[in-house]
């Protein structure tokens, strides 16, 4: 089956940086658009970053432009997130799924967290 497992979040400073990881199973990798997500306590979850099929081309919500960069591995069936310039408002947990403007997938991955505090 589908499975999607994050990795890679902590606590970090204002201003500092993380690398997301999320190993896919279940789908043909190469095939489909895959995306990042966070959700915030008390908000709803919400599109970070989607990155195409090839890779080649990338979209991010606009307040993690220039801060974060997608990225994927298709001989790993991995996505990475590189966050950069960490803000306390970028505090959530993070989910990848495969599509590129939403989930594609029901089952969603147990997330990572991520959360930057002084």
């Known amino acids: 089956q589908v499975q999607f497992v994050e990795s890679g979040g902590g606590l970090v400073q204002p201003g500092g940086s993380l690398r997301l990881s999320c190993a896919a199973s279940?789908?043909?990798?190469?095939?489909?658009?895959m995306s990042w997500y966070r959700q915030a306590p008390g908000k709803e979850r919400e599109l970070v970053a989607a990155v195409r099929s090839t890779g080649g081309r990338t979209n991010y919500y606009n307040s993690v432009k220039d801060r974060f960069t997608i990225s994927r591995d298709n001989a790993k069936n991995t996505v990475y997130l590189q966050m950069h310039s960490l803000k306390p408002e970028d505090t959530a947990v993070y989910y990848c799924?495969?599509?590129?403007?939403?989930?594609?997938?029901?089952?969603w991955g147990q997330g990572t967290q991520v959360t930057v505090s002084s």
């Open positions: 799924n495969a599509g590129w403007s939403g989930g594609i997938f029901d089952s």
């Open positions: 279940g789908f043909t990798f190469s095939s489909y658009a």
